[in-house]
């Protein structure tokens, strides 16, 4: 019977390990050295001190595997500039207030955080953020209704509501992707518009040369 034990035992450890794997392996960072996003903020009532910022910006540094080091500058309403470094391990379940999450997740999917526990992805919507329309994941935590990008897993929105304050954050502009005109990214449409441009000169051309041999 012992014998047996030890086999269940040792089964039940091969498959948490293959699990595990399995896990780490759907893990996946969004983000790339160089991106940046920045937000508009607004709050009411008494926010905890440096939490009462009228604007902000997040960096990315570098990227290692499943860690990142990122940047967040804040504007303080006394006019104040702050900056904290930050290095986010997914992994590890370090977050850092779940401002970069890991990206492409949908509806029912969880991820962990070391300070919140697990946190489930409840909806995916399309929402317009810095001149596009983007794929957005939304959840619960911290007081907080989050919405995220879902290809890159970066906060797009959050609004904070407590018994002393509330604070909205909203993406404002970003290099992790283009504004759109008429629906198309910005250098798409633009790239169209010099297409087009050109065959309508090159049709002219032609039809001026046409007109001179007759």
């Not at 470094?85 to 890991?102: K, M, S, T």
């Given at each position: ?12 450890l091969i498959l948490f390990n293959v699990f595990s794997a399995t896990v780490t392996a759907e893990i996946s960072v969004g983000v790339k050295q160089g991106d940046w ?164 000169v090159v049709a002219a051309t032609v039809l001026v040369f046409r007109r001179k041999r007759s």
């Amino acid at each position: 019977m012992n014998r047996n034990l030890c086999l269940t035992l040792s089964s039940l450890l091969i498959l948490f390990n293959v699990f595990s794997a399995t896990v780490t392996a759907e893990i996946s960072v969004g983000v790339k050295q160089g991106d940046w996003i920045e937000y508009n903020v607004s709050f009411t009532g008494n926010p905890p001190v440096e939490h009462d910022v009228l604007w902000a910006r997040l960096k990315v540094n570098g990227v290692e595997g499943k860690r990142v080091n990122a940047t967040f500058t804040s504007q303080l309403s006394n006019g104040s500039m702050l900056d904290v470094v930050e290095n986010l391990d997914f992994e590890a379940g370090r977050l850092i207030d779940l401002f970069i999450i890991p990206a492409n997740l949908n509806a029912g999917d969880k991820f962990h955080d070391n300070a919140v526990g697990n946190v489930t992805i409840d909806r995916v919507e399309v929402r317009t953020y810095a001149g596009a329309s983007r794929s957005v994941v939304h959840a619960t935590a911290l007081d907080t209704q989050w919405y995220w990008d879902q290809s890159t897993g970066v906060a797009i929105e959050a609004r904070t509501t407590t018994s002393m304050y509330t604070l909205d954050t909203t993406a404002s502009d970003t290099s992790l992707w283009s504004p759109q005109v008429l629906g198309l990214d910005s250098t798409v449409f633009y790239v169209l518009v010099v297409a087009v441009t050109f065959a309508v000169v090159v049709a002219a051309t032609v039809l001026v040369f046409r007109r001179k041999r007759s």
